[in-house]
């Protein structure tokens, strides 16, 4: 599978941004889409995730009530729409895919798509 993520760039601390990540070579069907960043000095984290078959939802705790995660099934793309941005925010956002199983860890991931940059300036 082919993971391509797009829609960084820089926003103001209260702004928003959506990012796609467009997938190919795999038809989805049980697995897990899901968001991950990586910030300067720190470790990857897990943002957020979408059961492809099902289109639930689940957020890591910091980004709860302002991220939103959906998926467009003809176009096997996956969007990551955030709201009410922060400076602590800014990241490298990285889409992934974890077959059959949602998981939050980095290393449970089965492909990476490249990463885009986003940049809040407060």
């Known amino acids: 599978v082919q993971l391509q993520a797009s829609g960084g760039g820089l926003v103001q601390a209260g702004g928003s941004l959506r990012l796609s990540c467009a997938a190919s070579?795999?038809?989805?069907?049980?697995?897990?889409l899901e968001w991950f960043r990586q910030a300067p000095g720190k470790v990857r984290e897990f943002v957020g995730a979408?059961?492809?078959?099902?289109?639930?939802?689940y957020y890591a705790d910091s980004v709860k009530g302002r991220f939103t995660i959906s998926k467009d099934n003809a176009k096997n793309t996956v969007y990551l729409q955030m709201n009410s941005l922060k400076a602590e925010d800014t990241a490298v956002y990285y889409c992934?895919?974890?077959?059959?199983?949602?998981?939050?860890?980095?290393?449970?991931?089965?492909?990476w798509g490249k990463g885009t940059q986003v940049t809040v300036s407060s």
């Open positions: 070579g795999r038809t989805f069907t049980r697995d897990a």
């Open positions: 979408i059961r492809w078959s099902t289109g639930s939802t």
């Open positions: 992934a895919v974890r077959y059959e199983l949602l998981s939050t860890r980095v290393s449970d991931m089965d492909s």
